[in-house]
Each structure stands twice: as structure tokens, then as C-alpha cells.
């Protein structure tokens, strides 16, 4: 067995103990840090540890089990309800916003003088990537934008047939965007 590859009762992983923990526990739940190293048969206070093991646990949880949990500082870990989850994933888009415009600072501030050509090259295409990627991030962005202006903008009821005012509660300003673009229909028409 490598020494890099910790394995815990029974020979499972952390994350397989800690999923098998998790995986009881109700929604909301504390998972402090005395339960989960009484769950890997380890020293509460070997925060290293149990913080990895925790790390390696998420992806298994999101998976296999439908749940995500977040860290409480100086605590353990809570069960997220399954409503946190855009709230945490919306903290982990943040982040990744801000590690794109940082990577193209340090592609900006390299100094292209003291590259060989084919360094100075690979620069200058990794900046146009990361400025495209962040460009079209930019764009869907504003896109969505606007499109839940449209839908939750606008009355929330409107007269009409059964099908306009169920299309009026799930989209209202998509409905009067709708009806202001249409044609206009004469009554000898719909007679």
C-alpha cells in the first residue's frame, strides 16, 4: 500500500466513510469535527486531515448522494438544504470569475522581452483565450439578463384565456412582449 494513499476502517477510503455519514443525516445537519474523526478513527484536533478528507468527500456526496455541504469555521461541516445549493454554486461562479481576470493579469504582466519566441507566442494565445472566455462569460451573462427581466418582469396577471394566463404566471413579461409584437387579429377573423 502506498504511503500516500491513507485508508481507514475496513479499508475504505475517507470519503467512503464520510459519505456513509452523511448519507443518514438530515438536511441542516452539523457535522462537527469530534464526529467526523470519530468516523475515520482519528485525532478531532488533526484538522488537516479531517479537512481533506472532506474535500475529497464533495464530489461523491453531489453524485451519489444529492447533497453538498459547506464548512462552518470552527465547527464541522452543514448539511446544505437542497435550496443552498445555487447559493453556494453561485459563490463558487464568483470565484472562478475573479481566478479568470487574475489569470489575464498575469498574462498581461509578463514581460514578452525576455521570452524566447515560441514562450512569447504561447503568451500571447493564452491571453486572447482567457480574454475570449471571459468576453463570452460577459455576453451570456447580459443575455440572461435580459431574458429574466422579460420573464419576471412585467403584471403578474392577465386577462385572457386559459392558456394566456397560465403563460402569464410563468412568464408575464414574456406574454406582454409577445402580445405587443403580434399582429393585430379583426373580429371577422376569429369568428
Do not use: C, W
Not at 524566447?116 to 443575455?143: C, D, F, K, S, W
Request: overall charge neutral; proline content about 6%; glycine content about 6%.
Amino acid at each position: 500500500m502506498s504511503p500516500f494513499t491513507p485508508v481507514y476502517r475496513d479499508g475504505r477510503s475517507a470519503a467512503s466513510l464520510i459519505a456513509e455519514l452523511v448519507s443518514g443525516k438530515p438536511y441542516g445537519y452539523l457535522l462537527t469535527f469530534e464526529e467526523i474523526a470519530a468516523q475515520l478513527e482519528i485525532d478531532p484536533s488533526d484538522l488537516k486531515r479531517i479537512h481533506a478528507a472532506m474535500q475529497r468527500t464533495k464530489p461523491r456526496l453531489q453524485s451519489e448522494h444529492h447533497r453538498a455541504i459547506e464548512a462552518v469555521t470552527g465547527e464541522g461541516y452543514k448539511i446544505l438544504q437542497p435550496g443552498d445549493h445555487a447559493r453556494l454554486a453561485t459563490h463558487h461562479k464568483k470565484k472562478s470569475d475573479r481566478q479568470i481576470r487574475r489569470a489575464i493579469k498575469v498574462i498581461k504582466a509578463a514581460d514578452e522581452r525576455d521570452m524566447t519566441p515560441a514562450e512569447r507566442e504561447r503568451n500571447r494565445q493564452l491571453g486572447m483565450v482567457l480574454e475570449n472566455h471571459e468576453q463570452r462569460i460577459r455576453e451570456v451573462e447580459a443575455r440572461q439578463s435580459r431574458l429574466e427581466s422579460l420573464m419576471l418582469g412585467g403584471p403578474k396577471v392577465i386577462p385572457g384565456t386559459a392558456e394566456s394566463v397560465h403563460l402569464a404566471i410563468e412568464a408575464p413579461g414574456l406574454l406582454a412582449q409577445i402580445s405587443e409584437e403580434a399582429e393585430p387579429v379583426s373580429d371577422s377573423e376569429v369568428a
